[in-house]
């Protein structure tokens, strides 16, 4: 029975358009503990016991300081709940995992697919962490879903690496995603329309429900090893309801991770 260690991630230098998501993990927490919801998911798992650590938020000054943290984190088999920080984290942290896992699944939330090869002049810009970690062969399989802004790179970079892209035009949830590998789940709150999520740096309308999210995944067939929730940006949030919202999710989350 594996713990989850929860690390916030105090990080948005790496955001192409608008700072904030740095501030996020204490917001996220707060809106957990405020009293307004409980800490059950809603399949019937508590975030309160053992098996779950948190081990508080951690400022970050240099890129790969993300990598160093999440490692120690890892370190005695324990599965790693990262709250962001923008999706630049996720490179250094899959980093990371691929010293236990060489063959990991990722699925992505997103309304993005992050796979430029550099972005305004910088490659670990948050448009590129899945081109890093393809490149470097980090994960085995990568599947995007609630993407909504293609462009003919991008297309071409997912085509390239293999990426297995649900795009939100022609998106099919009636199905559960498998997989076969250990899954690391990486949620950009983005990938929500922002109807649900106002508090991200870019909106784009035309995406997720809540419950869609969540019912994907309630329905994972798979072992989820490791997960972020990122992009939170509390500075274009209205009455917090995007922490609340990444509250629950977390709650969702954290929940199919204690199930083994
Ligand atoms: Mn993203
Ligand atoms: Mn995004």
Request: with cysteine; aromatic share 6%.
């Amino acid at each position: 029975m594996k713990k989850i260690t929860i690390q916030g991630i105090g990080w948005d230098e790496k955001s192409s358009y608008q700072r904030g998501p740095a501030q996020a993990p204490p917001l996220i927490r707060q809106a957990l503990h405020s009293g307004s919801m409980n800490q059950m998911s809603e399949l019937g798992q508590s975030l309160e016991g053992p098996r779950i650590i948190d081990a508080g938020d951690f400022p970050i000054s240099a890129y790969f300081d993300i990598e160093r943290i999440t490692a120690q984190h890892l370190a005695g088999g324990h599965k790693v709940l990262s709250l962001g920080g923008d999706h630049s984290m996720t490179y250094p942290i899959i980093r990371a995992y691929a010293a236990h896992y060489p063959e990991l699944a990722i699925l992505q939330i997103d309304a993005h697919s992050d796979l430029y090869d550099s972005f305004a002049g910088d490659e670990h810009s948050h448009a590129c962490p899945f081109a890093r970690i393809m490149e470097n062969g980090l994960a085995a399989r990568l599947v995007q879903v609630g993407i909504r802004t293609l462009n003919p790179h991008q297309a071409a970079q997912a085509e390239r690496f293999g990426v297995e892209v649900h795009e939100m035009k022609s998106l099919d949830l009636s199905q559960p995603f498998r997989f076969s590998q250990p899954l690391y789940l990486t949620l950009d709150l983005d990938g929500l329309d922002p109807a649900y999520a106002p508090g991200v740096s870019h909106h784009e309308p035309g995406g997720l429900t809540s419950r869609e999210v969540i019912r994907l995944i309630q329905e994972l067939e798979a072992d989820i090893v490791g997960a972020d929730i990122v992009e939170y940006n509390p500075d274009r949030d209205h009455q917090g309801m995007t922490a609340f919202l990444a509250a629950k999710l977390l709650k969702e989350i954290a929940g199919r991770m204690l199930e083994e």
